[in-house]
Each structure stands twice: as C-alpha cells, then as structure tokens.
C-alpha cells in the first residue's frame, strides 16, 4: 500500500511536470540572454542530481549494438545535513545567528533581512544528521524507474524470483538501495534482497568504504587548501555584508555554512533563501573551494586514491567480462559519495595528472580550465556506470565496454574505436589489468595488517546470498 502511494505521487509529478526544488538561474542581461547559471548545478556534494553533458556524446547504445550487461555504483539520495557539516560549519553558524537575531536588525542589508524569521530546516539533528530527505526517497525510486526502462530486458524473467543490490550498511545507503529497488520493479512481485556490505575497518579491500578500512586514510586531506581559499574569496563578501551590519561581524565560516544551507534546505525544503545571496563569482568559489578539498582527499591530489577504487573496478571487470561468475546481468550498488572519485581514479578518468597540484589548483585564483568539477560527479544520487555492449557487424558479434558518469558518456584514455567511442572488451581488460599491476597493493599502501590471502579483493558479488 506504502509503495502504490509513493509510486502513485511519482507518477503525478512526471505527468505534471513538477519539480521537487525550485529554480535557482542567474540570468544575464537581455543582450545575452542565452546565459543562465543555475546555482544548484555549482553545489559540489550536496547539489540535487542533475545531468551535464558537456562533451555532448550521445549516452544511448549506439547503432547495432545492445546493453548485455551493465553495473552501478550510486551515491545515496539526498540528506538532511552531513555531520560534519552540521558540526564544525552549520550548527556553529546557526549557533551565533540564534543570538543576533535578538539585537541585530538584518534589514539594514535587504538581501538578508530574511535573517531576522528564517528559522533552521535542521529541527532535530539527532534524527535528521545523515538521514534521507523525502526527496531523496523520491529521487531514488525515480531512478529505479529509469533505470528499469534502460534495461528492461537485463531485468529477471518472471519466473525469477531474486534480484540483488548490493549497499554499505548505513541507514541512507539502505534506504536508497530499497526505494532503487521499489521503483525498479515498479509494484512487481520479486524478491528484491539488499546485500548488505559492513562498514568496519576490518575489512581490508572487500568492502564498499575503503575510506574506512583503510587506515592511511585521512578526512581531513585538503582541508588545509581549501581553508586557504575560503580565506581568499570570502574576504569580499564580507567586507559587503559586514560594512552594512552593527552588532554582527561575519566570518568566514559564516560564508560557507550560508552556501551551504542553500544547498541542504533546498532539498529539505525545496527552496532556500541563501541562494540568492551570492552572485555567479561567489556561487564558482564555494565550487572551487570543494574542488579543492575532494581533489587532495580522495582523488589524483591523494596517491591513495586509485589504491582504494582498484578493488572495485577489478571485481566489476571480472563481472562484466566472465559470464560464468555470476547470475546476474545488472548489478547495481549504494553506497558513500567518497567512492565515486577513487573508481574514477583507478579508471585513469578526469587526469590532470600532466600539471603540477599547484597549477591545477591555485590558492589565490579559480583554475576555471580545471577538468575535475565535483559537482558533475558526486552530487546526491550521484552514479558511475559500466556498460558491456554486444554490437552486431557483418561479420560477428563483438563486446565492447563503455562508462557513463551521470549518465555522461566518459571516454577510456587511448581507447575509443568501438561504436560510440566505447572500448573493446580484449582491450579494457587490458587496459585494466595494467592499471592494476600498478594499484593492486591495497594492503601494502594502507598498511594493514594481513590476515589472509583475499584482503587485497573485492568478493561479495560472487559470494551465494
């Protein structure tokens, strides 16, 4: 009954067109009013998803050829506030404007009066703190929905009666594989079973968070430059906001915890007030900075990175290339949003790794000719798929591999003479294993301690459920 409702209010959006958030374009004058800059589009990780297909490949099979097998990995749906977030950045924001709001007037400076009522989207952190938003929900069976036209028939017959999606053991992870599956089937009768993988440091490389198992690993990576660059570009906002204000001095965290919750209480609430606050400069810089600190944390600014995805795309590969391992033609996985750069890393995707980490990202100045933007890759539902291509010739049927991020097709560096640039199978697992050679020491690099003899693989997707 939940479902038929949940599917039922879908379905009323799609038909009538309406949108869970509201817009939020910056527009130029008449005389170029071709320029729009949406602002949700710049939120780094917590941007509702959206699609960007800059380079303008076409994401459907190309002619002659067919999707045989395909795998995902997801980023959960939406959440109310990430707890660092809320932590060290939002709450200690929310913390100081409780108290001004008492003998500070926001009026002076129109475009923050709405400070003196606006109350927090966050009403009881110790439920809402990494929790899914509705919309998230939402979003999740949605993208079951499309994802079940896509590959209609990589879905179980009829007469199957088991489908599994494999997620780390977070509640939001969970959540999100369970509405994906929801939506999937679409009210169909399977026994759809979430795999669930522990998020524990015990783990070594068979794991969905290799972020946590693997003990080298350090959160706070990157911090340092971004902080630099939040001192950088803050200082003309505030100078704005500050000469307008009595009794209130703005921060710099201020600045950040305000872009911020233009981000969270959009999906919360559908739309945000801070999103307005900032112009087109301002809204690059938040996006800059994030850029900045997932760049040195988990991709090619951290030589862990490609350490930590290998397990992952090793194991896909094997899925996709050996029809005897498994029984499945679609595997889908939920997980973290830290997964999806260390995949894109051992990919050898988005390399800039011909620059120095200085000029690919200077602290003074945006690098607006920069290749790697977060918020086309992690942001909430977040996805990167491999696709096997059965392509039909004259001659014979052919294999190739293909990978889309968010639904963008991203060529194989050095390997794009199959239809629509994709790559041929012989060739990728080549491409693959010689990336491996080089990524393959999972346990060396974190420095765990070896306990058996599979701690550097990933083996749950062939393990019997």
């Known amino acids: ?32 009013d071709k320029y729009q800059f949406n602002i949700l589009h710049h939120l780094s990780g917590i941007a509702p998803y959206f699609e960007s297909n800059t380079d303008e490949l076409n994401p459907d099979p190309p002619e002659g050829c067919k999707v045989d097998k395909t795998a995902y990995l997801i980023r ?23 108290k001004a709001v008492k003998y500070v007037d926001f009026s002076k400076l129109p475009k923050l009066s709405f400070l003196n009522k606006w109350t927090s989207p966050i009403t009881n952190p110790k439920q809402q ?61 399977l026994n759809g079973k979430v795999i669930d993988i ?15 198992s693997c003990q080298k690993y350090n959160a706070s990576k990157g911090s340092q430059e971004a902080n630099i660059w939040l001192q950088h570009y803050s200082k003309s906002i505030l100078k704005k906001f500050n000469s307008k204000i009595f009794n209130w001095n703005f921060i710099p965290n201020d600045i950040l915890a305000m872009q911020q919750l233009c981000g969270y209480e959009t999906v919360i609430r559908g739309y945000s007030p801070f999103c307005s606050l900032f112009t087109t400069e301002e809204w690059m810089s938040f996006e ?8 040195h944390e988990i991709f090619y600014g951290n030589y862990l990175s490609p350490y930590l995805g290998m397990p992952w795309v090793k194991a896909t590969t094997d899925l996709l290339s050996n029809d005897i391992l498994n029984n499945q033609n679609m595997y889908l996985t939920v ?41 086309k890759v992690i942001p909430f539902l977040g996805r990167v798929a491999l696709e096997r291509l059965n392509c039909s010739s004259s001659h014979s049927n052919e294999l190739f591999i293909r990978i889309l991020v968010n639904s963008s097709v991203k060529p194989i560096p050095g390997c794009t003479q199959g239809p629509g640039e994709s790559c041929h199978l012989n060739q990728f697992i080549n491409y693959i294993n010689k990336r491996y050679h080089s990524y393959k020491d999972f346990t060396e690099v974190c420095q765990i301690k070896k306990t058996n003899h599979s701690i550097d693989h990933l083996t749950f997707y062939n393990k019997k459920h």
């Not at 522990?198 to 946590?212: F, I, Q, S, V, Y």
């Open 335 to 375: 997980t973290h949003r830290e997964m999806l750069p260390v995949i894109l890393a051992a990919l050898g995707l988005y390399n800039e790794s011909e620059y120095s980490n200085e000029k690919v990202f200077p602290l003074d100045e945006i690098n607006h000719e920069r290749i790697w933007r977060a918020s």
């Open 1 to 32: 009954m939940l479902f038929n409702k949940i599917y039922f209010f879908l379905l009323i959006i799609t038909i009538n067109g309406i949108h869970l958030y509201k817009e939020e374009i910056i527009r130029a004058h008449h005389t170029y």
């Open 198 to 212: 522990p998020e524990d440091k015990k783990r070594g490389a068979n794991t969905l968070t290799p972020t946590k």
């Open 76 to 98: 959960h749906g939406s959440v109310y506030v990430d707890d660092y977030d809320y932590d060290y950045i939002i709450n200690p924001f929310l913390k100081r404007l409780n």
């Open 288 to 295: 800059y900075y994030f850029d900045i600190k997932y760049y």
């Open 129 to 189: 703190i990494e929790r899914l938003t509705k919309s998230g929900i939402f979003e999740a069976l949605e993208l079951g929905m499309k994802l079940s036209y896509r590959y209609e028939k990589l879905l179980p017959k009829a007469n199957q009666t088991s489908f599994n999606i494999w997620t780390s053991s977070s509640k939001r992870t969970k959540q999100s594989a369970l509405a994906i599956i929801q939506g999937l089937f679409s009210g169909r009768k």
